[in-house]
């Protein structure tokens, strides 16, 4: 077995879980059929989702497409997996500028814990970008020191 097999399992894995599960999570009431969001917002999450999807499609392709230059399309496919999640932290980090929050009342609430007798929360969506971050990561440099 080639030791550049398990990075490639763990980029088509999340890419393949990020496009299906944006689907999945977004294209339901919580978000895209929520009444109580402004049509345009639910135009938007729409949108997102089915193109992270179809980011999602060509890195699969990529990472198991035979041929010369597999190191390139395997880079090339981590980039496809990267830009929903670069999107995410941007739109974190200017979500004061333009007056937007992690959830909705009626949507997803955030994660509540308790630590040490301490009550906690965070936002699922920021959860999964780490997890996801953190997996690509590794996979690219597991891929290159692989290959």
Not at 46 to 74: C, E, T, Y
Not at 93 to 100: I, K, P, T, V, Y
Request: net charge positive; with cysteine.
């Amino acid at each position: 077995m080639s030791a550049a097999l398990v990075p490639r399992f763990m980029l088509s894995i999340l890419a393949g879980a990020q496009g299906l599960g944006s689907l999945v999570i977004d294209l339901n009431k919580t978000h895209a059929t929520n009444p109580r969001w402004p049509g345009h917002a639910r135009f938007h999450v729409v949108w997102q989702s089915w193109s992270s999807f179809v980011a999602a499609v060509p890195a699969v392709a990529l990472v198991w497409w035979g041929g010369p230059q597999d190191r390139w399309r395997f880079y090339l496919a981590a980039v496809f997996t990267s830009v929903p999640m670069v999107g995410f932290i941007v739109a974190a980090l200017l979500r004061g500028w333009f007056g937007a929050t992690f959830h909705d009342a009626n949507g997803i609430l955030p994660w509540r814990f308790r630590l040490s007798g301490r009550e906690f929360s965070c936002d699922g969506n920021a959860v999964m970008i780490d997890v996801g971050l953190t997996v690509l990561a590794v996979a690219v440099l597991l891929f290159h020191y692989a290959t």
